[in-house]
């Protein structure tokens, strides 16, 4: 690994704890609205009205909410794929069928993830996907991402990469974490487009 990457990561793990205590402070309230106008953003991108397949998300805690824009996909008759968390942090899929269709599932000391009760698809089935919305903690100018620091998402972009897909690549946040500058690696890639409750930004 190059200088610059292992500078970054000190760099990218205080920016996380930063990102993360700013949404510790919100409400129900907060989370509520920002939900709905975030699903209302994000139908209104093209790669979302023409996408057969989209591979999302269900948010947790104070993440973004998800589940209105995953029921709304669902409406459209959209397939909505959904991660199922692997042993070793890789994500395998499966299909939505609803909120009734999820499972609460606890993965060791960490947070529990809502994931799709039904059959597991395989970590190829993201490939299929036009659209792939992504959990984050900032994007910056550059359309550079900063997730969690998991790797999960890194995985699925080279898998990504590595079969010639091309979907769209979308990450959803709230207005205050598109920012200046992130810390990036030489394996980091850039999405396409951030949505937050207040609009849509494309990356060149």
Not at 47 to 59: C, G, Q
Not at 174 to 201: I, L, M, Q
């Amino acid at each position: 690994m190059s200088h610059v990457g292992r500078a970054a990561e000190p760099d990218k793990r205080m920016l996380r704890r930063g990102f993360l205590a700013v949404r510790s402070r919100l409400t129900p309230y907060d989370l509520r609205e920002s939900a709905g106008a975030l699903a209302l953003r994000a139908l209104e991108l093209a790669e979302l009205a023409h996408a057969r397949t989209v591979a999302a998300y269900v948010s947790v805690g104070s993440e973004p909410g998800t589940l209105a824009l995953l029921d709304a996909l669902h409406a459209r008759g959209v397939r909505v794929l959904l991660p199922v968390l692997l042993a070793d942090n890789d994500l395998d899929w499966g299909a939505y069928a609803g909120e009734g269709s999820l499972e609460r599932v606890q993965h060791g000391g960490r947070m529990a993830l809502l994931e799709p009760a039904g059959e597991r698809l395989g970590p190829e089935a993201v490939q299929e996907a036009d659209a792939v919305l992504l959990p984050g903690l900032a994007v910056d100018r550059r359309g550079m991402r900063l997730g969690r620091g998991g790797g999960s998402y890194d995985r699925v972009l080279a898998r990504l990469e590595r079969a010639g897909a091309d979907p769209a690549l979308v990450v959803l946040l709230y207005d205050a974490e598109v920012v200046e500058h992130v810390p990036a690696e030489p394996h980091d890639r850039p999405v396409h487009a951030v949505v937050t409750p207040s609009g849509v930004r494309r990356f060149g």
